[in-house]
């Protein structure tokens, strides 16, 4: 939020003249400007929530090489515990096992995306941020309306009133600058969380399709196919691994979390 549309304490006044009357209306609370969501950098408040998404559904361009003659595999760089078996008995073999040839495969990430525990949980996380955004902003929206019904119909009320009515709108201004201070620092905090655990799951998925690679097939390229971008326009189903892909990685996500 710009600094010139944030909520500003000093900015209403809730006072009533001695001298008013029934017929009187109190206008001396300046109408408050429209309120917009803060955010620490411009124009991109409302759309951080939306980043994180976009940030989930990057999992969805996966393309994983896996050289089997480069020795990629179980080897090096895993995070998988080394105790831990991958091999699966129920795994579909390469379509093409002629010695010498590429034998490839690839994994639905649409699907994966929806069956991927890390990711519904992730995915939750970001609806709770957002619900959270939008509750704030229908309590200023609220607020507007109030003041601005008060302004208009205020000198129908007695002094009494008015005075009563202008308490009730000055506590609740107050405490939507309190609400909008702590919202802006806690969803900062929030989306670094989210970013972070958005990298996370992806790296998981990619240390994990190579270790399974390495403990069932020994493909030698996995390619990610989707709906929206894909380079695969046709695929045999023989070579869809996204089943067991899905299965391996829950096991494991359910596992760690087990363990935390």
């Known amino acids: 939020m710009e600094d010139n549309n944030k909520l500003d304490e000093t900015t209403v006044t809730f006072?009533?003249?001695?001298?008013?009357?029934?017929?009187?209306?109190?206008?001396?609370?300046?109408?408050?400007?429209?309120?917009?969501?803060?955010?620490?950098?411009?124009?991109?408040?409302?759309?951080?929530?939306?980043?994180?998404?976009?940030?989930?559904?990057?999992?969805?361009?996966?393309?994983?090489?896996?050289?089997?003659?480069?020795?990629?595999?179980?080897?090096?760089?895993?995070?998988?515990?080394?105790?831990?078996?991958?091999?699966?008995?129920?795994?579909?073999?390469?379509?093409?096992?002629?010695?010498?040839?590429?034998?490839?495969?690839?994994?639905?990430?649409?699907?994966?995306?929806?069956?991927?525990?890390?990711?519904?949980?992730?995915k939750k996380r970001v609806e709770q941020a957002t619900n959270k955004q939008e509750s704030f902003a229908r309590q200023e929206e609220q607020f507007q309306a109030d003041y601005q019904n008060y302004l208009q119909t205020g000198e129908k009320l007695s002094y009494a009133q008015q005075q009563e009515k202008e308490r009730e709108l000055k506590e609740r201004y107050e405490k939507l600058v309190k609400l909008e201070k702590q919202y802006a620092n806690s969803m900062m905090q929030e989306q670094k969380n989210l970013n972070d655990e958005s990298e996370k799951m992806t790296q998981a998925v990619y240390d994990f399709i190579r270790d399974y690679n390495a403990q069932n097939h020994e493909y030698h390229l996995i390619l990610a196919r989707s709906f929206n971008s894909s380079p695969i326009l046709y695929g045999d189903v023989r070579m869809d691994i996204t089943d067991e892909i899905v299965k391996g990685l829950n096991e494991d996500y359910a596992r760690k979390k087990a363990n935390k």
């Open 15 to 122: 006072e009533a003249s001695e001298e008013a009357t029934n017929s009187t209306p109190v206008q001396n609370v300046p109408e408050p400007t429209e309120q917009k969501c803060k955010c620490k950098k411009e124009k991109k408040c409302k759309c951080n929530c939306m980043c994180i998404i976009n940030c989930i559904l990057i999992i969805g361009l996966i393309l994983i090489y896996i050289l089997h003659f480069t020795g990629i595999g179980a080897k090096g760089g895993s995070n998988q515990d080394s105790t831990v078996s991958l091999v699966n008995k129920d795994a579909k073999p390469p379509l093409n096992e002629t010695v010498g040839e590429l034998k490839i495969a690839y994994v639905n990430t649409d699907t994966l995306m929806a069956k991927y525990q890390y990711a519904i949980d992730l």
